[in-house]
């Protein structure tokens, strides 16, 4: 394949890891737990859990209400979304200005506050202005606390972050615009009320958002990693992109999405939509697509996380997530009717390979390694030829999920030049996939 080389990876940092070291110390000053009540905090993360993942659509929303639920969301779930969050954000090219002004959406905690402080130290002296909006004033109240207590425990000093609390859901306007708006673990809940087309609920989803946004302003979606969620991040993408807006991450070009999840599968893609995202490959026909997402080791998280998860029967090995970021153009354009067009052809047919992998071709890993035959393995990744697989001997470990790398092409493995025409890619037969030699 030739030279590559790396451009971004999920990491986190000697410093950050110091941070969250110094987490559990801040939660037990703003929420205090007797000790005779520590031996019951196990079996309230784990009834927290259920009522999160299994029995998600008949929960009531003031769930944080309950006391017990609190002190398991702060003691647990707050600090898994940490540690994911970190690792997204230390390399994330969040460019912010020293006056920007972020919008965090469903905040809960201060979950992104917290995330920022710990992975991005540069914007630590930056007068930022916070507008944190939550449904439950109670648990955004906890958690400026802690950033308070960790920022001073930390660092020794509060950053100039003006931080307002503010009682509102999405959707419910606010007078400010926001240079960065975020919204974690907020949209999924969207599934439970979901009733008709989602390429017209999700281009409805991504512009309400984008009204939160200043011209030029970013949005930065994160969504658990599943297929649901990540069908609706595909979505959202679509409509950014017809929308006129630079999809920054995690997609490495602005084509049609080779791993759309159930935006691809539902009956509503197949027929009588007009075709205006520049088609790519896609996966072999099948009934469940492949849906973007990406997941970073539960060895990230401190010992004390790892510990509590282990004695609540919840051991982890890695945290999925899907994400998308965008920038916003001055000029929004949206489809007519509320429908959103997109491309559903499993072939190349207008940009040429040569001018998609022209200078090279930038690769985001995807999957965990399979085993391939003929003694290699392989991993799946997105690039601007669509669905890839990139292979290597066994002696070579190929990156992690998330990873960005750039291949400089040489003679890439069927990309041969072959007078004024190029060769034809190699598929793999199975799943369809270009195959790429790492």
């Known amino acids: 394949m030739g030279e590559h080389s790396l451009l971004y990876s999920f990491q986190i940092s000697e410093?950050?890891?110091?941070?969250?070291?110094?987490?559990?110390?801040?939660?037990?000053?703003?929420?205090?737990?007797?000790?005779?009540?520590?031996?019951?905090?196990?079996?309230?993360?784990?009834?927290?859990?259920?009522?999160?993942?299994?029995?998600?659509a008949h929960r009531t929303i003031d769930y944080l209400n309950n006391p017990a639920f609190f002190s398991a969301y702060l003691r647990y779930f707050m600090p898994w979304n940490l540690v994911r969050l970190v690792a997204l954000?230390?390399?994330?090219?969040?460019?912010?200005?020293?006056?920007?002004?972020?919008?965090?959406?469903?905040?809960?905690?201060?979950?992104?506050?917290?995330?920022?402080?710990?992975?991005k130290p540069e914007f630590r002296k930056a007068p930022l202005t916070f507008i944190c909006a939550d449904r439950t004033p109670r648990i955004m109240e906890a958690g400026r606390l802690i950033?308070?207590?960790?920022?001073?425990?930390h660092g020794g000093e509060l950053p100039p972050w003006k931080i307002e609390l503010r009682h509102a859901r999405f959707g419910e306007p606010l007078h400010e615009k926001a240079s960065l708006f975020c919204a974690v673990n907020v949209f999924n809940e969207f599934f439970w009320h979901h009733e008709g087309i989602l390429s017209e609920d999700a281009s409805e989803l991504y512009h309400r958002t984008a009204q939160y946004c200043a011209p030029q302003g970013k949005m930065l979606i994160v969504e658990p990693g599943e297929p649901r969620s990540g069908g609706l991040v595909s979505a959202m993408r679509a409509a950014a992109i017809i929308g006129g807006n630079e999809i920054l991450a995690p997609c490495p070009h602005a084509y049609a999405c080779p791993m759309p999840g159930i935006f691809k599968s539902g009956q509503e893609y197949l027929i009588g939509h007009p075709r205006t995202l520049e088609p790519v490959r896609m996966p072999a026909p099948r009934a469940k697509y492949p849906w973007c997402h990406f997941s970073v080791p539960a060895g990230f998280a401190p010992?004390?996380?790892?510990?509590?998860?282990?004695?609540?029967?919840?051991?982890?090995?890695?945290?999925?997530?899907?994400?998308?970021?965008?920038?916003?153009?001055s000029v929004q354009k949206k489809p007519s009717g509320g429908h959103l067009p997109i491309h559903d052809s499993s072939h190349m047919q207008s940009a040429t390979v040569a001018e998609r992998a022209a200078g090279g071709l930038t690769c985001r890993i995807i999957s965990d390694s399979i085993a391939l035959p003929g003694g290699r393995t392989g991993k799946y990744a997105c690039s601007s030829l669509g669905y890839t697989l990139i292979s290597a001997d066994q002696n070579k470990t190929l990156p992690e999920s998330g990873v960005l790398l750039r291949f400089r092409l040489t003679h890439p493995r069927g990309m041969e030049p072959r007078g004024s025409q190029q060769e034809a890619l190699e598929f793999d037969r199975k799943t369809g996939a270009v195959l790429i030699s790492y």
Do not use: H
């Not at 969040?94 to 920022?116: C, K, Q, R, V, Y």
């Open 15 to 56: 410093d950050a890891a110091s941070a969250l070291q110094k987490l559990p110390a801040c939660i037990d000053e703003v929420n205090p737990v007797p000790e005779r009540r520590r031996t019951e905090l196990r079996y309230n993360i784990r009834d927290l859990w259920r009522s999160l993942t299994m029995e998600r």
């Open 89 to 119: 954000l230390t390399e994330l090219p969040l460019e912010l200005s020293a006056d920007a002004t972020i919008i965090d959406m469903g905040s809960g905690p201060l979950t992104f506050p917290l995330a920022l402080y710990c992975a």
């Open 147 to 153: 950033l308070e207590l960790l920022a001073a425990k």
């Open 303 to 329: 010992r004390w996380l790892t510990s509590l998860s282990e004695e609540a029967g919840l051991s982890k090995e890695k945290l999925s997530f899907s994400f998308l970021f965008v920038k916003k153009q």
